[in-house]
Nanobody, 121 residues
Framework: QVQLVESGGGLVQPGGSLRLSCAAS????????MSWYRQAPGKERELVAT????????NYADSVKARFTISRDNAKNTVYLHMNTLKPEDTAVYSC??????????????WGQGTQVTVSS
């Protein structure tokens, strides 16, 4: 059974930091690109950051560059999102995504249920 379980969300003051974790099970984690998405109330889901399964290269949304860092530990089947200098506009539900494209079956992806991050004084 495939599972992606996020943790680490919560309430933080502006300027603060949080580390989100996403623990994966039920599939070969090292073969999947991992991403963090977020969705704020009334807004569309936004891709925040991605880390590849091949060489660990990363990409970030412009809104979080230089503040957020995505990393992965294949030995622990876990992806992280380190968030620094948080702003109220970072408030959202953060979800992790696992995605793999193969010639045989096309795109396969899995989603976690999300963790709430609230940035407020």
């Amino acid at each position: 059974q495939v599972q992606l379980v996020e943790s680490g969300g919560g309430l933080v003051q502006p300027g603060g930091s949080l580390r989100l974790s996403c623990a994966a099970s039920g599939f070969t984690f090292s073969m999947y690109a991992m991403s963090w998405y977020r969705q704020a109330p009334g807004k569309e889901r936004e891709l925040v950051a991605t880390i590849t399964e091949t060489d660990g290269s990363t990409n970030y949304a412009d809104s979080v560059k230089a503040r957020f860092t995505i990393s992965r530990d294949n030995a622990k089947n876990t992806v992280y999102l380190h968030m620094n200098t948080l702003k109220p506009e970072d408030t959202a539900v953060y979800s992790c995504n696992a995605r793999r494209r193969s010639h045989a079956v096309g795109v396969v992806e899995f989603w976690g249920q999300g963790t709430q991050v609230t940035v407020s004084s």
